[in-house]
């Protein structure tokens, strides 16, 4: 597994991966603030493709689907990725944060036109939020969610339960 900080644009955001690289042992291509993130994700596919990785983890968080020039760039991304191999990106999930609300449901669909994304993880489940939204995603958009996130952790990334998060809804947990 190889990962890359294709958010360029939040010095924190590379700093944060090259921190969670160390916590789960993975190797983290980063580059500098401001860099080509599309630039950067092609020159990891080639590194990942040459070690022989079978997974590319390309993070670029911290896109608000308002801002134009972001959602450019993230197209770009994908469009590079696709030259490099006609199939990439094999799978791309989108993080949503259980405290957005409503707002999630026009993120999703303008991510999903954008990079196509095609499954989600939901994070922020720790705290008051319940992640209710995420039904009316799963329901309108048809996305597989794959994993929640419940906490600051390595270990708190966990697969997703249909029937655990329903429970968890419906407050009999």
Request: hydrophobic share 45%; charged share 25%; aromatic share 6%.
């Amino acid at each position: 597994m190889l990962a890359i900080t294709g958010d360029t644009f939040r010095a924190a955001a590379i700093e944060q991966l090259k921190i969670w690289g160390e916590r789960t042992k993975s190797p983290v291509i980063a580059s500098k603030l401001g860099a080509d993130a599309a630039g950067l994700a092609y020159d990891a596919f080639e590194k990942a493709k040459e070690a022989g990785s079978d997974v590319l983890i390309i993070d670029t968080a911290g896109r608000l689907q308002n801002k134009a020039e972001l959602m450019a760039e993230l197209e770009k991304i994908v469009r590079v990725l696709g030259k490099l191999d006609p199939e990439a990106p094999h799978t791309v999930l989108q993080t949503v944060d259980a405290t957005t609300g409503q707002n999630a449901l026009s993120q999703v669909e303008i991510f999903r036109n954008v990079a196509g994304v095609n499954g989600l993880v939901m994070t922020k489940l720790d705290g008051t939020a319940r992640g209710g939204i995420l039904v009316a995603i799963a329901a309108k958009h048809r996305l597989p969610v794959y994993f929640i996130g419940v906490g600051e952790q390595v270990d708190d990334l966990e697969p997703f339960s249909a029937s655990e998060f329903a429970r968890a809804i419906a407050g009999v947990a």
